[in-house]
């Protein structure tokens, strides 16, 4: 079912004369599997869930013995219901460990074909009992559609979901699995193609893609009625692009309603320094007098803007070189605080239908669906890097607060990789490569372990409750334009044998808060030890997006399995 190794266009590309230039370094992963990936979740255990090319298929993937990444092991997961094979989804990590899925911009027909949706089909998988249960949606005529909708976990734990044809908005409780629909009072515009970025302070910002160069700030409350919307100022760049689908009419609901695709906007990230870096799609060739921000011609120059959260103020940022855009691309922050950013190629094709449509095709093709399509002349799933035209290479930088630094290692040929944040700090690229970045964390950035309530030793399939400062991170670390922002603000208990160096990752869940960058306050979360965890001394870490804690000497003894109270 699996095979080892892909054609290594990254591997090849650091080959060039640009790899010199290269601070990271990306080493293939051994074990992938054969239809790739779509995008994947890093799991409280520390293992990762990806969905499968064939997009009702899923895998979970754990780090080796030693906690690489790179030669870990791939195992199918349970599959989708058959009745929900979505495409371009929200959803993320929950505070008690299982994965929301929600929406779908497209979804797979019984002809193999995708088709616009925005289905507001969503369901729950249980990493422990491997299962996907539906979900219902919030309740209203604003939740019928739902698609690509933006979401964020707010510090109390609940889900925010955005509509995306409306300023609606919800949120859900984990521990019931129950929506309230909650107030969006002087929410500007809809939804669609925005992306949400949690602050320091607990509130949410956002740039305003039909009302831009304004941002706002989303201020929650414990009541759903007094939830309302702030300004958050102007961006002093145009970060949204229109796409050349902006001036189509994209039918949906059996051909009774019309959506009008605002464009793209890039990614935005959270810093260890509190502000947030957001990168901009492409598109400064504009169109006639009628329609004067119609992308006519895809030629751009794509900018970037940094909001300061202690100020509220905005300033350009480096534009992104050579006619590259970051609009639907991906970004995670780096332990050394740096984020590490996508573009994707000029000249690729802005409607997104047709791409996710190529896409599918392609991995049909290369997983032998098809004889036909497979023996068809022309086809290549996975191009040489040495033939690969500049206008197929998606690129990665490293913004480092001032400039953004080429990293040709981690550039792929052909196909747009997904960024995930590992907790060795090491980015996945689409579980076909591991990025790792050069530098290192401040320990200001350290996770903290205050105390920890019973002695040092632990029993393997043991609960404890650890407390500490900054358990979460300084940052939800990962994020894309809209959908897909997998975010990863949680605590993972990490535990070294000191014997044989073996690493294991006890569960986490029930985390005292989903805040970012927390300080000096007192945080918790509760982690089962694994049952077959090996004796002897042994050192704890607290990880948070990549960066742990200064490590804990404990004592694994063979025991009766003990619950902290």
Not at 157 to 182: C, I, Q, R
Not at 380 to 401: D, K, M
Request: hydrophobic share 40%; proline share 9%; aromatic share 10%.
């Amino acid at each position: 079912m699996f095979r080892k190794s892909l054609i290594l266009a990254a591997a090849l590309l650091a080959g060039t004369s640009l790899g010199a230039m290269a601070a990271g370094t990306v080493t293939p992963v051994t074990n992938v599997p054969l239809d790739g990936v779509i995008y994947g979740f890093l799991l409280t255990d520390g293992s990762l869930l990806f969905q499968g090319g064939l997009l009702q298929d899923f895998y979970r993937f754990k780090p080796d013995s030693k906690g690489s990444y790179v030669n870990g092991t791939l195992y199918p997961a349970a599959a989708l219901p058959p009745n929900y094979i979505p495409y371009a989804t929200s959803g993320g990590v929950l505070p008690d460990g299982r994965v929301l899925l929600i929406g779908g911009e497209y979804e797979l027909l019984s002809n193999n074909t995708l088709t616009f949706s925005f289905t507001n089909q969503m369901a729950i998988y249980d990493p422990n009992a491997d299962t996907w249960t539906m979900v219902a949606p919030p309740f209203g005529p604003d939740w019928a559609f739902i698609g690509d909708s933006p979401w964020s976990l707010l510090p109390n734990g609940h889900l925010l979901l955005g509509s995306k044809f409306t300023t609606a908005m919800a949120e859900l409780d984990p521990k019931t699995l129950t929506w309230t629909n909650v107030s969006s009072f002087a929410k500007d515009d809809v939804f669609a193609e925005e992306g949400l970025t949690l602050l320091p302070n607990g509130s949410v910002l956002t740039v305003n893609m039909t009302d831009f160069p304004f941002a706002q700030r989303f201020i929650p409350n414990p009541d759903p009625s007094k939830t309302r919307w702030a300004d958050a100022g102007k961006t002093p760049v145009r970060l949204p692009a229109t796409d050349t689908n902006g001036s189509q009419n994209i039918i949906y609901d059996n051909g009774m309603r019309v959506y009008h695709p605002p464009g793209e906007i890039g990614p935005a990230i959270l810093r260890p320094d509190g502000t947030v870096f957001n990168s901009g799609a492409a598109c400064t060739i504009k169109g006639p007098s009628t329609d004067p921000d119609a992308c006519v011609t895809y030629q751009p120059t794509a900018h970037t803007a940094i909001y300061a959260t202690k100020t509220g103020t905005w300033t350009a940022g480096p534009d992104l070189p050579g006619m590259q855009g970051a609009g639907d691309t991906w970004s995670s922050l780096l332990p050394n605080g740096n984020v590490l950013v996508q573009t994707n190629p000029p000249g690729i094709t802005n409607d997104k239908l047709k791409r996710a449509n190529a896409r599918y095709a392609n991995i049909r093709k290369a997983t032998g669906h098809l004889a036909a399509e497979a023996a068809a002349p022309g086809f290549a799933p996975e191009a040489a890097a040495t033939a690969c035209p500049p206008t197929s290479i998606w690129r990665l930088y490293e913004f480092n607060g001032a400039s953004l630094i080429p990293e040709p290692a981690g550039s792929m040929c052909n196909n747009q990789p997904s960024l995930l944040l590992l907790p060795t700090g090491e980015v996945m690229l689409n579980l076909n490569f591991v990025y790792k970045s050069s530098g290192t964390f401040s320990n200001m950035w350290r996770p903290t372990i205050t105390s920890f309530l019973f002695s040092n030793n632990v029993n393997p399939g043991g609960t404890y409750q650890i407390f500490g400062r900054q358990l979460n991170g300084l940052s939800q670390a990962n994020a894309f334009g809209d959908e897909f922002q997998v975010a990863t603000n949680f605590p993972l208990v990490r535990i070294i044998n000191d014997a044989t160096g073996d690493v294991s990752y006890a569960r986490t869940y029930n985390f005292s808060t989903m805040a970012v960058a927390t300080g000096s306050a007192i945080v918790s979360t509760w982690f089962d030890v694994p049952t077959d965890l090996e004796t002897g001394d042994s050192k704890l870490e607290v990880v948070a997006n990549g960066i742990p804690s200064l490590p804990m000497p404990i004592t694994v003894v063979a025991g009766p399995k003990l619950t902290q109270k």
